[in-house]
């Protein structure tokens, strides 16, 4: 655990070293979603290969990069692409920019994926607020606590912060933008579900199903991280005709479609935080 602990501690330092800003606020971008990073102004690109302990990101629309600047005036720090379970990597190392977050003094920690509709009613790029989760990955605490990031038995009852729910509701009907809300399950992958289990998934509650985030998340609110998410919805697992195929560029090509609506969302939300957070 020192020997982690310490290089939570290295990356954090040369993270530190690099961006100008103290930010508060970090955003982990997902598949095709990293569009919403070239948004951000006075921005200081670092390469994961750079930062001591990263790992590398392998899968198509994860570019590998973190990002320090202004999002609406709001100093962020952003995640261009994610470490996946699936890649080969441990919860531990998945999870592991989510605690240099923490030392950096990140409070909030917004996330973003692409996801299969499961919910009948969603339709690709339809946009959803993740309002819980189903987790049926390993758990990332499994193992020794870490005392110096939070308990041993965290409370999960309200993961998805509900004030950044409720605000971010607001602005999209403000902004004439639909929201879906609904429960978000987190598989390992790297297969696409088979049609059982869309249909297993969506009778035990799920609305989408994907293959990330909710490691990130258990360990932000075990850091006592205050989480919002957003889940794009890049494919219908709930129909299927005989020439249907799930096909991983179609899930970025759909993202990347959707992504101008959320990066408009979240731009909005930072600014209804920026009174909060002075």
Known sequence: MDKLNQQYKEAAAYIASRIKGKPSIAIILGSGLGSLAEQIE?????????????????????????????????????????????????????????????LLGIEYLFVSNAAGGI?????????????DHINMMPNPLIGPNNDSFGVRFPDMTRTYDRQLMAWMEEIAQEESIPLKKGVYVGLTGPSFETPAEYAFYGKAGGDAIGMSTVPEVIVARHAGMRVFGMSVITNEGYHFTDDFVNDGADVIEAANKAAGQMTLLFKKLLKEMLSFLS
């Open 42 to 102: 006075d921005a200081t690109v670092i390469p994961y290969d750079e930062i001591p302990h990263f790992q590398q990101s392998t899968v198509p629309g994860h570019r590998g990069n973190l990002i320090s600047g202004r999002l609406n005036s709001v100093e962020v720090l952003a995640m261009q692409g994610r470490f996946h379970y699936y890649e080969g990597y441990t919860m531990q190392q998945v999870t592991f920019p989510v605690r240099v977050m923490k």
């Open 119 to 131: 919910n009948t009613s969603f339709k690709v790029g339809d946009l959803m607020i993740i309002r």
